[in-house]
């Protein structure tokens, strides 16, 4: 009798794993490092050597097991395929088929990690219950996930859910790491709004707590906002403005119950929140009832949950 | 046994119906006018008794019909609930259910026309048998339908695919009708691109076949341009740019196979669909493989077509 799924989330440095019930409670989790060397080709020998040991441990026989599900650092097709990605060095590869062989025939799925967060917290997490989410993770870059009818919506050139490049200001004059101009996640991420206060900090004599006094991080931006610096107030409602339009676009086209938002820029908290409903508001006068912003609540956990429910 | 499907379109004066076989193939169409007094209680009724008529007429029995599938011009929920609809004077009622009473119980099922209407070219006209298609209706306003899965995705609020309100321009100092500034309608309907060569007029001196000459109207600036016009060649540049922000915005949301371009405005044909699609290219660096833009093929029929498929 199936008992167990297991969720893996193979990040650039670690390989995060949860033992879960069907239920989807966590039951144990372990973490092994990621081995990138020769293509990447070590990594899923790891999981699943890993995986096999905690079995073994706990007693529990692999045919008591649903199905192993894995997040990815990169885009993965609905069928499973990946085609490039540079994170794990990984190229024209099958990981599901991989790792199905490697732990002898079970049932693996996986998906693209950002989407994979997303159905986590839809599953357990800020948007528990709810079929319809988009989730935005706001770190290094920006990520984005979507689930309709509770599924992910991987997209057919693997793109869904790629919302840091959706362009929200086509005059900017940088370049963006896709190459594009005035991609969100020039605005949203943690290095993103760091930009945003330093130009407002050359284009005005204002004073401010930014000026001087050691590194500018996103972390002291939304700090000193708080306290209540003009400068700091204006970039963070930049970043604000460019996530409740790039929102409001995911609305008119999808319109979800809720929006969670996660990664490490979302631990500034509900000033976040608040001024991205704000901006979504204004650019959704032609929805009635506006969707839900959350913060995310399951962190790094986030991608096990997720990678669970893909096999639930 | 069940051998036939009916769609039934209704739109601001006439109702639009046609009979199929289970496999899509129409059989039969047939037309009635939109009576919208009292509060459109007559508009089901007469849906009904045509229906009805036609039935008798071929010797059809009601329990041959699988069920009526019904497009409405407004939003409507995933459960069928229309919360308003001005276009038809209806007012918190479920027409699924109503018109279900009305043929004796036979299954029924709503969705909004532009929803509806990217299901049937996505089911029988250019995107036939592509299951992740977003379909833009470019007519006096602008319209849209996401389906994805093969299903519509009519959203929590009923604000699935309204693409006609997507903030395009957040600059733009006219309001639209929504109330908001810069949505996607403002410049690509049929009334948008005149305001836009208009626009273009005033701003220059330009010498332009569109100067003098009678009512400027969306197919003289199409045919202006497709004979070289320069300014009529800026204008409907400009509608190409925004149509191709607009999608590359759903592209990195829900990542179709294809967009489907129809409506009135449509029939300007290939330089419409090769502008967008430049542009797309351009707001979507980080998708290798596009999505493919297409001319709405069903035209008036796309409605019923994806009526009918409502309840295939």
Same mark, same amino acid.
């Given at each position: 009798? *199936?008992?167990?799924?297991?969720? %893996? ?34 990594? $899923?020998?790891?999981? /699943? ?7 073994? !441990? ?65 599953? *357990? ?28 919506? /991987? ?28 991609? $969100? !996640? ?10 945003? /206060? ?16 050691? %590194?500018?991080?996103? *972390?002291?931006?939304?700090? !000193? ?8 107030? *204006?970039? %963070? ?22 929006? %969670? ?19 979504? !508001? ?12 959350? $913060? ?15 096999? $639930?």
């Amino acid at each position: 009798m *199936k008992k167990y799924v297991i969720g %893996v989330d193979i990040g650039g440095t670690s390989v995060k794993n949860g033992l879960f019930d069907l239920e989807g409670s966590l039951i144990a989790k372990w973490e092994i490092p990621t081995r990138k060397e020769n293509g990447g080709e070590q990594i $899923l020998k790891d999981v /699943a050597d890993a995986i096999n040991r905690q079995l073994l !441990e706990r007693g529990i026989e692999s045919r008591e097991l649903l199905g192993v599900g894995v997040g990815v650092p990169g885009p993965v097709q609905t069928d499973g395929y990946v085609s490039l990605c540079p994170n794990l060095g990984w190229k024209d590869y099958h990981p599901d088929r991989a790792l199905s062989q490697l732990l002898g025939g079970i049932s693996v799925k996986a998906g693209n990690d950002a989407n994979v967060a997303a159905l986590g917290e839809a599953f *357990k997490g800020a948007a528990a219950g709810e079929d319809q989410v988009v989730m935005l993770t706001l770190g290094t870059g920006v990520g984005g996930g979507i689930i309709v009818d509770g599924k992910i919506v /991987a997209g057919v050139h693997g793109a869904g859910g790629e919302l840091g490049h959706i362009v929200v200001n086509p005059q900017e004059p940088l370049a963006c790491n896709c190459g594009n101009h005035g991609c $969100l !996640e020039q605005y949203a991420s943690a290095t993103g709004v760091v930009r945003v /206060a330093k130009r407002l900090l050359e284009a005005s004599d204002q004073e401010s707590a930014l000026r001087g006094k050691g %590194v500018l991080t996103a *972390k002291r931006i939304f700090d !000193e906002a708080k306290a209540g610096d003009a400068l700091a107030l *204006k970039a %963070v409602d930049t970043l604000c403005m460019y996530l409740g339009l790039a929102c409001a676009h995911c609305a008119l086209t999808i319109d979800p119950d809720a929006f %969670v938002i996660g990664g490490g820029v979302s631990r500034a908290g509900e000033i976040l929140t608040e001024g991205i409903s704000s901006y979504f !508001e204004r650019f959704t006068h032609i929805i009635p009832k506006k969707a839900a912003f959350k $913060l995310a609540t399951l962190g790094n956990d986030a991608g096990i949950y997720g990678a669970a429910k893909l096999v $639930l």
